[in-house]
Nanobody, 121 residues
Framework: LQLVESGGGLVQPGGSLRLSCAAS???????IGWFRQVGKEREGLACI????????EDGDSAKGRFLAFRDNSKNTVILQMNRLPHDDTATYYC????????????????WGQGIQVTVSS
């Protein structure tokens, strides 16, 4: 299973951004989530358990602002991010864990190449 993130870029504070993660095969049977990284620091954002559509475990930064869900018809996972402050500037990754949802953010089994999100005016 290969993962490719897209949809990042520059957004103004308070704005919204939708990230996509395209998978090379069906993502329905796996736990799939999002984390972000600034320097060496990783932060878990959301995790969608296998066989479910929407995220079941959201990190503190994501609660109330981010929405993660699958689109199984397109083998895609979406991270909708709203009300973005400067602190959301980071590289965002979608990732798979075979056993847990969520794992610790540095314990995902594998992840995509990441996509940069910059929140700036």
């Amino acid at each position: 299973l290969q993962l490719v993130e897209s949809g990042g870029g520059l957004v103004q504070p308070g704005g919204s951004l939708r990230l996509s993660c395209a998978a090379s095969e069906s993502v329905d049977p796996v736990n799939i989530g999002w984390f972000r990284q600034v320097g060496k620091e990783r932060e878990g954002l959301a995790c969608i358990s296998k066989k479910t559509i929407g995220s079941t475990e959201d990190g503190d930064s994501a609660k109330g602002r981010f929405l993660a869900f699958r689109d199984n018809s397109k083998n895609t996972v979406i991270l909708q991010m709203n009300r973005l402050p400067h602190d959301d500037t980071a590289t965002y990754y979608c990732a798979v864990d075979k056993k847990r949802c969520p794992p610790a953010p540095d314990e995902y089994d594998y992840w995509g190449q990441g996509i940069q999100v910059t929140v700036s005016s």
